[in-house]
């Protein structure tokens, strides 16, 4: 009958082995870093309205009042809990952005050019040149006169080539029209090349066909499209126009149109042109800026004798922009608030942004587990004003660590054992403190126990049974960490290694014993030994 020995061996930091062999090994394995990335649960102050919304990324903001500075708040709670690790790096995140001062350039007329058919023409071309201002706008107004049956309307506008957008149409008459409408092209379609380029109207093929038309460009201009302020048609004089601007240095430009020949005088507005078109058809077009939000009135008074006559009037707001946008100062403590960083300045713009500070180097000696613990761990935030005060936003306000975790330390002693001789189907054991586990981890951790192969080696070798159930030329092996045999036994697999102790606290020794289940037949009496493993990760 065999001899058959188990031995022991332990293994380095992250796991020792057991074996049936007489030979000890170790080995040494280290964490990768990792990083974590935690929010605040806790915050004190009044200075910063809602400024829980600065725990997680999300749709709101924590806001405050720049200052000189502004008041501040101080977040913290971040429940980091990393024991025995080191920590190699500390940032402060804070997604950030503020109002700033509106800077408005006034909205300004530069120049205006016109054009005016002949009877029964289908197109209008006429040069302009919008100049090369920043921000243009090109308003063209149309007066166009027919008579078709059905009456027609203009077919569209072009500017070097790029057509244009249609703002609006008023038109007044019966079986003879006359039709206004205004259209427009913002800078990124405009050319910059400060010569002229070509007004082409077209309408349809039509009977009594006049058309007048008028080019006027704008700069320092919104780029949105015009507001349409409507319009008014009769063969009342002077046609007149009620519009109400909603904002300040708002650029009025409208346009009129009489179904005689004749000429316009503007009440209200500047009038920037005046034609008559083939002696049937006169068009107008000015501009009013209105400095102050508010109902005004445009007019225009014909010259003789109305047949019909329409108006139209949009409006184009100035160019307006964010400047002297306000700071944001974050800084953070280590020590529950005696203690605090360099504060990092940051001046913020009208879009969220994110933001990061560098604070490993703050505490003196470094960080540790204990200063980012609850309690510990601080971050302080305050504004201030650039320009004039305005609202700072603080959507976020995490703290990301890098850092690499305690590593499992264990060791086992003995680190062999001797069975004896066994016989068929016995099943020696030792008792269930025989080996023990000293346990140096700073952590809690996992460990489990397994077999390193699935045959027992020497002569002929034996199989090795994870489920427990000896056979010919089978083994199996049975654990038990410090209790009796026969309750709470483990089997010891090799196809996966199971728990000997999930969840062992830090610095907490254990021991166990080992029983061998004998094949229940066997072809020689060979010492057979295998190598039993201890794994501890952390927990």
């Excluded at 082995?17 to 280290?30: D, I, Q, W």
């Excluded at 166990?512 to 039993?532: C, H, M, Y």
Aim: glycine share 10%.
């Amino acid at each position: 009958m065999p001899a058959q020995r188990v031995s022991i061996e332990g293994v380095g930091k992250v796991s020792f082995e057991t074996t049936v062999t007489l030979s000890v090994g170790s080995e040494v394995a280290y964490a990768a870093p990792d990083t974590a990335t935690n929010s605040p649960t806790t915050n004190t102050g009044t200075a910063w309205t809602d400024p829980t919304n600065a725990y997680a990324d999300g749709t709101n903001a924590a806001t405050i009042t720049s200052g000189a500075p502004s008041g501040n708040n101080v977040w913290g709670d971040y429940g980091f809990s990393l024991t025995g690790a080191t920590i190699t790096q500390v940032r402060v995140r804070y997604d950030a952005w503020s109002v700033g001062d509106t800077i408005v350039n006034t909205v300004a007329y530069n120049a205006v050019t016109r054009g005016t058919s002949s009877l029964e023409a289908t197109t209008l071309t006429f040069a302009h040149n919008v100049g090369n201002q920043t921000n243009k706008v090109l308003i063209v107004g149309v007066s166009y006169e027919n008579s078709a049956s059905p009456v027609k309307s203009v077919s569209g506008v072009t500017y070097n080539g790029a057509a244009m957008t249609l703002i609006a149409k008023q038109t007044t008459g019966g079986t003879t029209i006359m039709e206004v409408s205004l259209w427009y092209l913002l800078d990124a379609s405009l050319p910059n090349d400060n010569v002229n380029h070509n007004v082409v109207v077209t309408v349809p093929t039509g009977t009594g066909n006049a058309i007048v038309a008028g080019a006027i460009s704008l700069y320092n201009a919104n780029q949105a499209a015009p507001t349409n302020f409507g319009g008014s048609g009769d063969a009342t004089d002077p046609v007149t126009k009620q519009y109400t601007t909603t904002v300040n240095n708002t650029m009025a430009v409208d346009v009129a149109g009489c179904g005689n020949s004749g000429s316009y005088t503007a009440t209200g507005q500047t009038e920037r042109y005046d034609a008559a078109s083939a002696s049937t058809a006169t068009g107008a077009g000015g501009t009013r800026l209105v400095a102050t939000a508010g109902t005004v009135t445009n007019s225009w008074n014909y010259s003789s004798t109305v047949n019909r006559q329409a108006m139209l009037v949009c409006g184009v707001q100035s160019y307006t922009y964010q400047s002297s946008f306000e700071q944001i100062r974050v800084d953070v403590s280590w020590d529950g608030g005696s203690s605090w960083s360099n504060k990092a300045t940051t001046t913020t713009t009208a879009l969220e942004a994110t933001y990061w500070y560098d604070v490993t180097a703050a505490p003196p000696g470094g960080w540790t587990p204990a200063k980012l613990a609850n309690g510990q761990l601080q971050v302080r935030a305050d504004a201030v004003t650039v320009g004039s005060a305005s609202t700072v936003s603080l959507d976020w306000l995490p703290v990301e660590v890098t850092y690499t975790p305690a590593v499992p330390d264990i060791s086992v002693d003995p680190t062999t054992y001797y069975f004896g001789t066994v016989t068929e189907s016995s099943t020696p054991s030792t008792i269930t403190t025989y080996f023990t586990i000293t346990n140096a981890s700073t952590i809690q951790t996992d460990q489990t126990i397994g077999v390193t192969t699935n045959t027992w080696s020497g002569g002929i070798a034996w199989s090795h049974n994870d489920s427990g159930s000896p056979g010919a030329n089978a083994a199996a092996l049975l654990a038990n960490r410090g209790g009796s045999w026969g309750i709470g036994d483990i089997i010891v697999k090799y196809s996966s290694p199971v728990y000997i102790y999930e969840n062992c606290p830090a610095s907490t020794n254990y021991s166990f014993g080992l029983k061998l289940l004998a094949p229940t037949s066997f072809s020689d009496g060979v010492q057979k030994q295998i190598v039993v493993r201890i794994t501890a990760v952390a927990g």
